[in-house]
Structures are given as structure tokens and as C-alpha cells.
């Protein structure tokens, strides 16, 4: 038995954050040329990419999310889930996990981004980034943009972000948003006996009772309470793939427009990939039976034990180009499967 190290993701190493390295335990520990590589990539991932996630007003499905909203009555006042709650269940880090450490320091404020005035230049920055938003926010600071990034953390739903005043059980969260009208939206606060979500007493946070769950209640609930289009019929026949064409078009010409249909509406399974495949066998030239002319009989597993070595390798692609192109679809579907998700 060996015990291997791994990341705490979404939790990039603080120093990463900092204008320049200049007495910091990484480039003490790390040799320079390396530390300080690390650390110009971060940068210009933090103002490019995660910027943007952060700013997750901008994103299409954060756009969905709020469009839907009058959609669905989930019969406990129409105020359960607001855009602003929509904002806190969608701003994330999503950072390459080689800016990830080793730790989740979530109770303190050594890891907090920009933490003792040396991130100047960065906060500028990041405010740029703001400014350039489009226009589904409004321009935001890059203190706000450095708030957002230290909500995504394991800290967010723990100490600091909620608890800004070194450590203490008091005061209002950080600021997530700076409206025009000069109002502002802060990160939600922890239990309030600190630090975590649920009290040993099996008590709820505001975060979950206010934000969290009634959010996960509206994602849920746009998978069960809308109907799926109807799918239109399959396309008839096998379906010889060409070699240079990509996954996603190689399963839709393979199984027609109604395999991305019922993807995206959870009905499309493996079996009846195989099943398809199974039958284009007596259908297709490309795909004859074995030369016995064995009957394909007892089931599935039976029809698949009489396929040849190339049959079996030509189902193994489509099923896999079908998982890929799934996986596609969901990716384009917020609350489902998402590149970015919460740490905790």
C-alpha cells in the first residue's frame, strides 16, 4: 500500500496570487526558474480564463439559468432562487490543477487571494478584466474579481469568505457584487457556530438553506418537470464511418439526429447501441455474419459473442463515439455535467 499526494482542486496556491515571489516559502523551496514560470502562467490565466468563469454572469448557461426562472414554480414563493442566487451557485475558479496545492487552508486568512496589499498589480488587473465584461454585468473591481476567487475555494464554504475579520464569528461576507445602483451582494454566511454548513446539532446554514439547496431544487427540477421533444425517427440501415470525420459527426450520421435527442433528454442507452448495431448486422453488406451463418439468438450477450473481432471493434467505436458526443451534450447543459464545478 503506498499513499499518493494529490491536489485540492480548485484551490490554487495564494503566493500564485501575489504581484512577484520576493520572500515566499514556494521560491525558497522551488528553484526559480521554475517558481517564477508557475507563476507568469497563473497570471495569465487568472486575468484571461478564469477570469471569465469568474464573471459567470457572462457565461451562456449562467444566462439560461436566469432566463428560465419564471419556467418553474417550485410552489414555496417566487423569490426561492433570484438571478443573485443563481450568481452564488456559478462563480468558479476552474483553474488548471497544476496551480493547485497540496492543502485547503479554509480557516485563517494565510490563504487568502491578494491578502496583505501585495497583489497591487494584479487587482489592477483583474479589474481591467471587469471593465471589459460584456455587457450582462455591469464593470466590477478587481477586489471583487480577487472576493469571487477566494468564495470559490474550500474556504468559500467555510471561514474566510464569509468571515473576513481575521478569523472572527462576525460581520457581514465578502462582496461578490457591486451593482450601479451602489448596492451590493455579499458571499453567504457558514453556520452560525462557524466555520461549517451543518452543526453537530444536524442545524443548516443560511448558505444551504437560502442558496444552495433551493438553487440544486431549480436545476433538478428543469430535468424532471420538462418533457423532452419528441425524437425523430432513426436512420435506417448501417453506417459505414469515414476515417477523418470527427466523433461527434461519425455517431450522428451513424444513428441519426435521435440519438442527440435522447441524450440530451437521459433515454439513450447502451443497450439500444447495441441492440442498432446488432440488427445493422443483417442489414449491412459491411457487417455480415459470421461464416457459419450462426443464428443470433440468447439475448444481447449471445449476439455479441457471435460477432467477429472487427464487428466487436467497430461497436466498441460507436459506443465510445456515442459517449463522447453524450458527454458533449451535457457539457452544453448548466447543472448537468459541468466543466467547472465547486470544490466542496
Not at 461519425?250 to 447502451?270: C, E, I, R
Request: proline share 8%.
Amino acid at each position: 500500500m503506498t499513499f499518493v499526494p494529490v491536489t485540492v482542486k480548485d484551490n490554487p496556491l495564494a503566493e500564485l496570487y501575489r504581484d512577484d515571489l520576493t520572500g515566499t516559502d514556494f521560491l525558497a523551496n522551488n528553484p526559480a526558474t521554475v517558481a517564477n514560470l508557475l507563476h507568469g502562467q497563473f497570471l495569465q490565466s487568472l486575468t484571461s480564463t478564469i477570469a471569465l468563469r469568474l464573471l459567470s454572469e457572462t457565461t451562456p448557461q449562467h444566462q439560461l439559468l436566469v432566463n428560465e426562472l419564471p419556467l418553474y414554480h417550485l410552489g414555496t414563493g417566487a423569490d426561492e432562487v433570484t438571478p443573485d442566487k443563481v450568481l452564488l451557485n456559478t462563480i468558479a475558479l476552474g483553474n488548471d490543477d497544476k496551480f493547485n496545492e497540496f492543502q485547503s487552508t479554509s480557516q485563517g486568512l494565510s490563504d487568502v487571494p491578494g491578502d496583505g496589499g501585495r497583489s497591487t498589480l494584479v487587482t489592477q488587473m483583474l479589474a481591467q478584466a471587469g471593465r471589459s465584461a460584456n455587457p450582462f454585468v455591469g464593470a466590477q473591481s478587481g477586489e471583487v474579481l480577487l472576493n469571487r476567487a477566494r468564495a470559490a475555494t474550500c474556504a468559500g464554504c467555510h471561514m474566510t469568505a464569509a468571515r473576513p475579520a481575521s478569523g472572527g464569528f462576525a460581520g457581514p461576507g465578502v462582496v461578490v457584487l457591486e451593482r450601479q445602483d451602489g448596492s451590493v451582494l455579499r458571499w453567504p454566511d457558514v453556520d452560525p457556530g462557524g466555520f461549517v454548513q451543518v452543526s453537530e446539532t444536524r442545524a443548516l446554514s443560511p448558505t444551504l438553506t437560502d442558496a444552495f439547496l433551493p438553487f440544486r431544487r431549480y436545476v433538478l427540477s428543469r430535468y424532471l418537470c420538462k418533457a423532452p421533444e419528441p425524437s425523430p425517427p432513426p436512420v435506417a440501415g448501417g453506417y459505414e464511418p469515414s476515417a477523418d470525420m470527427p466523433a461527434t459527426a461519425v455517431v450522428s450520421a451513424a444513428v441519426g439526429q435521435n440519438l442527440v435527442d435522447a441524450t440530451a433528454s437521459g433515454g439513450y442507452f447502451v443497450d439500444d447501441l447495441v441492440a442498432s448495431f446488432i440488427a445493422a448486422t443483417e442489414a449491412s453488406p459491411s457487417l455480415a455474419a459470421p461464416a457459419d451463418n450462426a443464428v443470433v439468438t440468447g439475448g444481447p450477450e449471445r449476439a455479441i459473442a457471435q460477432l467477429t473481432p472487427e464487428q466487436l471493434a467497430a461497436l466498441r467505436n460507436r459506443i465510445s463515439n456515442a459517449i463522447a458526443l453524450a458527454r458533449n451534450i451535457e457539457l452544453q447543459r448548466s447543472g448537468a455535467f459541468v466543466e467547472t464545478r465547486r470544490p466542496h
